[in-house]
């Protein structure tokens, strides 16, 4: 992994931020617009939801429909959401 101290360059060796920085912006984002709250226990999810907008947002919203309904008909019930809106959540098991 390469660091970078801004205090002494924007970029070196190949290696910057923006990256890092538009997805988390664009995370910061959805949660203002769309998401209106994140939890934590489904961070992981929103950043996957985040990371797939981010790598399809040039294909058009039919294209991105048909995939997500694709995708929707061959999975499995989902082992994070089965049961959420019942709030059959397992509390996490404390050591």
């Known amino acids: 992994m390469k660091?970078?101290?801004h205090?002494?360059?924007y970029s070196h060796d190949g290696a910057c931020t923006n990256?890092?920085?538009l997805f988390f912006s664009r995370l910061r984002?959805?949660?203002?617009?769309?998401h209106h709250h994140v939890a934590g226990a489904y961070l992981?999810?929103?950043a996957q939801?985040?990371?797939?907008?981010?790598d399809n947002r040039r294909r058009?919203?039919?294209?991105?429909?048909?995939d997500v309904a694709g995708f929707a008909m061959k999975a499995k019930p989902s082992v994070d959401f089965c049961g959420y809106k019942q709030?059959?959540?397992q509390e996490p098991t404390k050591s």
């Open 44 to 46: 992981l999810r929103y």
């Open 60 to 66: 058009s919203n039919g294209e991105q429909i048909r």
């Open 19 to 21: 990256w890092a920085e």
């Open 7 to 9: 205090q002494e360059a």
């Open 49 to 54: 939801e985040a990371a797939w907008r981010e």
């Open 87 to 89: 709030r059959h959540l």
């Open 29 to 34: 984002r959805a949660e203002i617009g769309h």
């Open 3 to 5: 660091r970078i101290n």
